[in-house]
């Protein structure tokens, strides 16, 4: 009955989503490219690592997680609706610059996140689960991209993206048809689990700012300016933000009280052991989900991240240079860090540039003589983004 559940929710979210009036919708495909990016690869980690850490709190620490990134993303909607094609002197011009940079180099590192969670989750139901096999995967797929990157682009790639998003959403609403069944037979028989925090307040604090990369890709509303205008795009954004807030939230609030986490260090793919629990099923489509995801997400960032040096070094870096740079920085990363470790290096360079996007909100505010209050608000989260930079921590793994 369970494995119908399943089945089911996977059938009629994809069903729902693929067809043509929904498909076909200005504001949801608007919607769709942020909303993609918030949940594609927090999904696969958060569930663990929140239980693991924060225990019968970790729905709490999800909503600290979106609150945070809804208060960046409200300094990137003041942007987009006040500072695009308007800034004014060289002050805002050099934040907005040195923003695109850092955002340039966020890419990089999440591309990196993104194809090494690829790597280890393609070989997590293979007798070669093993770091090494893990590795060698995610570094085919880097030379894959380059090669597609470097001869043809990534056109015909970007178009597989709605369906990709499709998949991934509609395995999210089996694996949560699956919880909800399984967490009410636990009530039901009085087996629900409450697990104590097992981290300190401060490490408890640093952890939370580690993981912002898991709700970040809401600012990609601001660079789809060539196809949608600038209200689409921000109430485009806030329902990304909304909907994705409210799956990680019944995700983590369900998980935490059903199923432990696994005992010892943390894996990046304890997800998977973690679902074994609940149905047979669930793993595989959580591997389906994460092969999609990552590599459609690590597709989108490369080409945005190529796309970025070329224009904030004024054509000085070509495309194919950036692919090149990209690349080996990836390799780097995936050969000298594990995936917490780079989660928390994505982490720190995202919150550089919605540290700076903040700031450019605050110093556009104050130009356009905004109220008080909204221009300490975006100052206070310019602060709040530089903190994360200086003090996020990886999960111990």
Not at 165 to 190: C, D, M, N, P, Y
Not at 346 to 358: C, D, G, P, T, V
Request: charged share 10%; net charge neutral; proline share 3%.
């Amino acid at each position: 009955m369970l494995d119908t559940a399943i089945v089911a929710a996977l059938i009629i979210t994809g069903f729902v989503l693929l067809h043509p009036r929904i498909a076909r919708s200005k504001n949801w495909r608007a919607t769709v490219t942020p909303l993609a990016s918030i949940i594609g690869s927090g999904f696969l980690v958060l569930g663990p690592v929140l239980q693991h850490a924060y225990g019968a709190h970790a729905a709490l620490a999800m909503a600290a997680l979106c609150g945070l990134a809804w208060a960046f993303g409200s300094a990137i909607r003041f942007n987009i609706a006040h500072a695009e094609g308007a800034l004014s002197g060289p002050l805002e011009n050099g934040v907005e610059t040195a923003a695109s940079w850092a955002l340039a180099f966020a890419y990089v590192i999440s591309v990196a996140y993104y194809l090494n969670l690829f790597g280890a989750f393609a070989v997590s139901l293979t007798p070669q689960d093993t770091l090494l096999a893990g590795e060698l995967v995610t570094t085919a797929v880097f030379l894959l991209i380059l090669a597609v990157g470097w001869t043809s682009g990534f056109r015909m790639l970007e178009r597989m993206e709605y369906v990709s998003v499709t998949i991934k959403l509609a395995i999210i609403a089996s694996l949560l048809a699956g919880l909800a069944w399984f967490l009410a037979v636990r009530i039901k028989q009085g087996n629900e689990i409450v697990l104590p925090v097992s981290v300190g307040p401060v490490e408890a604090l640093t952890l939370g700012f580690g993981l912002i990369v898991t709700v970040q890709g809401f600012e990609t509303s601001r660079y789809l300016g060539r196809t949608y205008d600038a209200a689409t795009r921000i109430s485009s954004m806030q329902l990304a933000q909304l909907v994705s807030a409210l799956i990680y939230m019944a995700y983590i609030a369900m998980l935490s009280f059903s199923i432990a986490a696994p005992d010892g260090k943390l894996s990046e793919t304890a997800i998977i052991d973690m679902m074994k629990v609940v149905s047979p099923l669930l793993p595989w489509l959580l591997v389906a989900a994460a092969l999609a995801a990552q590599f459609s997400a690590a597709v989108a960032d490369t080409g945005g991240s190529g796309g970025l040096f070329v224009e904030v070094s004024h054509g000085r870096i070509s495309v194919r240079q950036a692919y090149v740079l990209l690349v080996g920085l990836g390799l780097a990363l995936t050969w000298s860090a594990n995936v917490f470790e780079i989660i928390a290096y994505a982490s720190r360079a995202f919150a550089l540039y919605y540290a700076l996007q903040s700031l450019l909100a605050g110093l556009v505010g104050m130009r356009l003589r905004k109220p008080a209050m909204l221009n300490a608000f975006h100052f206070t989260m310019m602060f709040a983004g530089f903190a994360i930079v200086l003090f996020g921590q990886a999960v111990e793994g």
